[in-house]
């Protein structure tokens, strides 16, 4: 694709669902679904950043998802522990730094909590692009934390309340990242299941069918026409394109 007649958005945010419905559909378990989707990711993160994205945040398992079976819960879990050091190897190639999003206490496992940690070390000097892993994330306990953070700086008298505004607020989540400008969710389901609700006020919405696991640079790049086609007003109105 000519990239240069494309608009790419800063930060582009990725709701990865639907890899219970590809495994289904192949007669394949939910596990071999989660499985896929991860490799795909891995090979989709490569490609987002060639085409410009600066920052990719990819929604890969909610606060809420620790209501599902054990036996699905313990293999992400153990997919996580398996696969996010080789992850970080991986990104500190191509010079882009990996970060999480997410509580790091219980329910998730102090071992995974430490590769965690590892792998935000090793790539931090790393300038190329940001990717935020969402991992037992959710936006109500992002926000009830930052909230408890906020109130302890005022408590210790690093500013007054008068001084919160806006901007405050993203230096105070799990990662001090800009707004999302382009917020895609697989598998046709049209909600945002808790996900960065204060950073995504003002992002551009699509919906794809296709299932994570089959969701490829190609179609990645035909989600960029579509952002590139949408006319971003943020509450004005662009009076060049409007002839009434
Ligand atoms: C997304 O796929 C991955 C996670 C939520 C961990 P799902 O597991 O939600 O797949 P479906 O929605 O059941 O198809
Ligand atoms: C949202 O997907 C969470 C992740 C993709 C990690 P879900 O499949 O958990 O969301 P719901 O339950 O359909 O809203
Ligand atoms: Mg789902």
Redesign the pocket.
Known sequence: MDYSKIKIPNHVGI???GNGRWAQERGLTRSEGHQEGFNNLMKLTEHVFKTGVKVLSV????T??FKRSKEEVDFLMNLFENKFAEYAKDLKEKNIRLVFSGGRGKPVKKKIIDIINKCEEITKECTNGIMNICFNYGSHLELVEAFKKMHTDIDNHKFSIDDVNEDMLYHYMFQDLPPIDFLIRTSG?L?L?N?MLYQASYAELYFPKTYFPSFDAKEFDKALLEYTSRDRRFGGINYETKNN
């Not at 929604?59 to 909610?62: E, G, K, L, N, V």
């Open positions: 709701i990865l669902d929604y890969a398992f909610s809420e998802n389901e909600r299941s996900f």
